[in-house]
């Protein structure tokens, strides 16, 4: 963000979120990829995957 400060992102800050390095954009207006990500992203929370996948890699649970 701070090499791209003229795009116009936004950070989302909070007391209940971690300190984290990552993110997804999506062209403002894409709604349909917008759709899908978050499809995507309930899918694997829901089965299960999210959680393994997080534990594997940053070892403890969301």
């Known amino acids: 963000m701070k090499n791209n400060s003229d795009k116009g992102f936004t950070t989302v800050r909070g007391a209940d979120f971690d300190k984290e390095y990552y993110g997804m954009a999506v062209r403002k207006g894409d709604s349909a990829l917008l ?21 594997k890699y940053f070892g403890r649970k969301s």
């Not at 759709?35 to 999210?50: E, F, S």
């Open 35 to 55: 759709a899908k990500l978050n499809a995507g992203i309930a899918k694997v929370k829901q089965d299960g995957t999210y959680d393994k996948l997080y534990e």
